[in-house]
């Protein structure tokens, strides 16, 4: 198209250089659509261990005893950095009516050696030190350098006696084991999220029974589309296959728009390669987090060269009565929002098989039908956190965006259309002075 314009200038004007408005024009439209289109480096998915922070994350730093522990807002997203050795301390002001949660992902450089027990723990503490929720992430068989998520929660629950008043409440991070852990800072992603009371008492028992049988899996071709490289870059994706590529080190995120209701299988398979040969342990994982970070199942599978697929143990229907239930994988499904999906290919199946990238294929379905939430009395902070919004759940079908990744296809078609009539209105200009020399 470029060299199309060039010429169209050259046999209109005779020059070689075509004039300064016009310039600008296809300068403008030749940006806009690299920015757009699909494989672009604006919205291509993150490098081998890289990982895309919120954009509008808060710099903020722990404090290393409560006094000085900085206030940690609902809502708002921050980004920090976690020493090898330490508690970091921050603030909550919490009522007395909603549940509280928070997460913290910790994102280890590409050095140092990590240990199968290394990674991060959070805590949630009222102001008396009482433990109100305490949870670990570690990088688990693999020793890959990976994003790790832990969270934690303040609820309100009928007899409660511990957390249960309004106040100040404090979130502690650490490493897992600072002793032998890599003396590299980590990058620290947080977050608070809070959640309003229904507005009517209903049950407080999970569900006692729900299908744990795994479906038969979607077969077809899949639609490709690109992941993220963070919660806050996640992809949109919906019940069906799924095409991407995947490096080692590299750690893609994905959502799912899942409603009151609804149950989410979830299986990710890695290709085979006739490149190198040996074992790779637990190199692929696929992880499902909810709607606040909290991982609720992971499955992990070693790679041999030959196809693999890490499929997620059986979740229940998401429902609100599920918190009362025992298991992450049952209180990790208490509400409707985006899950996300995060499947990371271990660093070192490059050592046996080479630096990728690898065919990944995702499979999803959704089964159940969509219900009513519990009526909420009041909103989230943030609002509509724990609600499918329309256009995710239209970014999420294959309609929706059938490129490589749901942002993309947005982006593309803004972008398109402006870097189109940017062009047009270029070549409007150039034929307007063409046609002026002409006379």
């Known amino acids: 198209m470029v060299r199309w314009c060039r010429a169209r200038w050259r046999a209109g004007s005779g020059r070689g250089r075509p004039p300064v408005p016009v310039r600008l024009a296809v300068v403008t439209a030749v940006l806009v659509t690299s920015c757009v289109l699909p494989g ?47 508690t970091l301390h921050y603030r909550l002001a919490l009522d007395a009516a909603s549940d509280t949660y928070v997460s913290a992902t910790a994102v280890p450089g590409e050095g140092g050696e990590l240990t199968a027990v290394d990674g991060v723990r959070l805590s949630l503490q009222d102001a008396e030190g009482g433990i109100c929720s305490s949870d670990t992430a570690s990088f688990g068989a693999a020793r890959s350098p990976r994003p790790v998520t832990a969270w934690g929660v303040r609820a309100i629950a009928p007899g409660g006696t511990r957390c249960q008043e309004a106040g100040t409440y404090y979130v502690t991070v650490e490493r897992s084991r600072p002793k032998d852990s890599p003396p590299e800072p980590w990058d620290l992603e947080l977050t608070a999220v809070t959640e309003p009371r229904p507005a009517h008492t209903g049950a407080t028992h999970a569900p006692e029974t729900w299908d744990s049988a795994s479906p038969e ?15 806050a870059r996640a992809t949109p994706v919906g019940q069906g296959a ?22 989410l299988h979830a299986a990710a398979e890695i290709g085979s390669t006739d490149s190198g040969s040996g074992y790779a342990t637990g190199a692929l994982r696929l992880a499902l987090h909810n709607p606040v970070r909290g991982e609720v199942a992971d499955a992990a599978r070693g790679y041999t060269g030959r196809q693999a697929t890490a499929a997620l143990a059986a979740v229940p229907p998401v429902a609100y009565a599920n918190r009362y239930g025992t298991g992450d994988r049952v209180t990790g499904m ?3 929002g985006d899950y996300y999906l995060v499947v990371h290919l271990a660093a070192q199946v490059a050592d046996d098989f080479g630096p990728g990238p690898f065919p990944l294929v995702l499979r999803l379905r959704l089964e159940g039908t ?58 409007g200009v150039w034929t307007a002075l063409a046609r002026r020399r002409a006379a």
């Open 334 to 336: 208490r509400f409707a």
């Open 242 to 263: 799924w095409r991407d590529d995947i490096r080692p080190g590299q750690t893609l995120f994905y959502k799912v728009p899942v409603d009151w209701g609804r149950q």
């Open 217 to 231: 899996p979607l077969t077809g071709e899949p639609e490709r589309r690109r992941g993220g490289s963070g919660f």
């Open 40 to 86: 672009g480096t604006a919205l291509a998915a993150g490098t081998p261990g890289g990982y895309a922070f919120a954009e509008d994350a808060r710099r903020v730093e722990g404090a290393s005893g409560t006094t000085d522990a900085p206030l940690l807002e609902p809502g708002t997203t921050y980004r920090g950095s976690l020493p090898r050795s330490g």
């Open 370 to 427: 969509a219900q009513a939430g519990p009526g909420y009395a009041g909103e989230s902070v943030p609002a509509g956190v724990f609600e499918v919004p329309a256009r995710d759940r239209q970014a999420a079908s294959a309609d929706g965006a059938a490129g490589d990744d749901g942002t993309a296809m947005t982006a593309l078609a803004v972008g398109g259309i402006g870097a189109g009539s940017v062009l047009l209105a270029g070549l």
